[in-house]
């Protein structure tokens, strides 16, 4: 029975390159949410997805991140040309349907040279 | 929009003893769930709670949605239990997400 998968658990970029960011949910869930964990800060909300939807995206930066979730395969979050202020920790969550209750994942830790 | 606070910020405690952890909100709510982070940095599910009260082995939690507020209690604390404990909710209405608050960072002294 296992839960939200993340990959990979470490990221490292230079300054400019894409990073691509994968999170398997529980089975059976529908709803999908990344949240970012900046050094020493709390998490703070980046989007919501359901299958092949976007139904939040208020905290996504405007430009360079991008988020799916395919109906086949894992949720993707990308971030296209990375700089050093995108050094984070990034959570998956999901949830599901009808039910409030997300479960997380143990997270991408991404750093950026 | 919502503000989520917790106190205390940081709480050192020693083996054994007991402790409160608190989160105010200041809007309706429809999701609560309390996390602990630990050293590692992995998020643990502790409770979802939007309202009334749950135990769980040495953790309890009660949440007075009426008056906002939440509390988590930690009994005969253990090293394990060090790390950051975080409350998250959800405002009424809205689309699944959740808002942090800061925090509270727990060290447990052997």
């Known amino acids: 029975n296992a839960g939200v998968m993340q990959n990979p658990r470490h990221l490292v970029r230079r300054r400019g390159q894409e990073a691509r960011l994968r999170c398997s949910p529980v089975?059976?869930?529908?709803?999908v949410y990344w949240y970012r964990q900046l050094p020493e800060e709390g998490l703070k909300f980046m989007v919501y997805?359901?299958?092949?939807?976007?139904?939040?995206e208020s905290g996504m930066p405007k430009e360079r991140f991008s988020a799916e979730f395919p109906k086949e395969g894992p949720s993707i979050l990308r971030i296209q040309q990375v700089v050093r202020g995108d050094s984070a920790a990034y959570f998956c969550?999901?949830?599901?349907?009808?039910?409030?209750?997300?479960?997380f994942g143990p997270g991408t830790r991404l750093t950026v040279l | 929009g919502i503000q989520v606070e917790q106190s205390p910020p940081d709480l050192i405690l020693q083996e054994g003893a007991n402790s409160t952890l608190r989160c105010n909100f200041s809007?309706?709510?429809?999701?609560l769930q309390w996390f602990h982070q630990n050293p590692w940095g992995q998020l643990i599910n502790l409770f979802y709670?939007?309202?009334g009260t749950k135990q769980n082995g040495r953790l309890s939690a009660t949440t007075v949605a009426t008056e906002r507020y939440s509390l988590l209690y930690i009994s005969s604390s253990q090293t394990t239990d060090s790390g950051v404990y975080f409350c998250?909710?959800?405002?009424?209405?809205?689309?699944?997400?959740?808002?942090f608050g800061q925090g509270t960072t727990l060290q447990v002294k052997p």
């Open positions: 809007d309706s709510v429809n999701n």
């Open positions: 969550a999901s949830s599901p349907q009808g039910e409030d209750t997300q479960y």
């Open positions: 089975k059976g869930h529908s709803h």
């Open positions: 709670i939007p309202s």
């Open positions: 998250a909710v959800e405002i009424s209405g809205n689309t699944g997400k959740l808002i």
């Open positions: 997805l359901q299958k092949e939807n976007i139904i939040d």
